[in-house]
């Protein structure tokens, strides 16, 4: 069997058998834990390695244990975006106004939309005492540009 992603733990256990002394890692993909004796894989892979593993089933089927492993490229789909600020966004939106009609609705749909949840989330995590209104609007309109920003890119 095979599986890739983020090497998102990694956990190291010690201890002694007939053999002498072992080590085994485990490393924690996604939601599934994969588990080695193997010190060269110990060694080399940690947390932040995006790795392709191939695994198999323990007799009793309750460890998937790494047969094979290497690091792979990360897909570019997983990497965080870029994040825009300032300028950026006014010269986005800018650019969009410039579109066509049915471009522009569709930008003052995401805006209204923006706001709107803007406010609801606001109002989830509550607003502090002594804000005022004017506050709170400068808050939802940054929250909305957030939101705005992520639609956008």
Do not use: C, H
């Not at 003052?108 to 502090?128: D, Q, W, Y």
């Amino acid at each position: 069997m095979k599986a890739e992603g983020k090497i998102i733990e990694k956990a190291i256990s010690e201890g002694e058998s007939q053999n002498g002394p072992w080590s085994r890692a485990s490393f924690t993909v996604g939601d599934k834990k994969f588990s080695t004796f193997d010190e060269s894989l110990i060694k080399e892979f940690n947390p932040g390695d995006y790795v392709e593993i191939v695994y198999g089933k323990s007799k009793d089927g309750k460890y998937n244990n790494i047969t094979e492993m290497k690091k792979i490229a990360e897909p570019e789909a997983t990497k965080p975006d870029k994040v825009m600020f300032g300028k950026e966004i006014i010269d986005k939106i800018e650019e969009a106004k410039e579109q066509s009609v049915w471009d522009r609705k569709d930008l003052r749909i995401a805006k209204m939309n923006a706001l709107t949840n803007s406010a609801s989330l606001l109002e989830l995590i509550g607003v502090p005492k002594g804000i005022t209104k004017d506050e709170i609007l400068v808050i939802v309109k940054e929250m909305a540009e957030e939101l705005l920003k992520y639609i956008y890119e």
